[in-house]
């Protein structure tokens, strides 16, 4: 994944900071995967996505999820 070793001070982040951390990295080919599960709710999105909007609003989306005001920002269909 990393061109070289890599590593993180957790300490800083999660005891003198006290921020959660929510991560994932998906592979290209597990988004399939990880839309199906959604889609049948055996995951959820919920305290991630902290907001949604319609496509035709892509650009208040773009904003918001430029700012510090969002975790993810989705934007759908209807």
Known sequence: ????ETSVDWSII??????DIRGA????????IAIDL????????EGIVT?????AD?????KLADSLDSIKV???SA
């Open 58 to 62: 892509w650009d208040e989306a773009i």
């Open 25 to 32: 990295h998906l592979r290209p080919y597990c988004y399939p």
């Open 38 to 45: 959604l889609s049948r709710g055996l995951v959820t999105a």
């Open 51 to 55: 907001h949604s909007f319609v496509f």
């Open 1 to 4: 994944m990393f061109g070289k």
């Open 14 to 19: 999660g005891d003198r900071k006290e921020l």
């Open 74 to 76: 989705l934007m759908r």
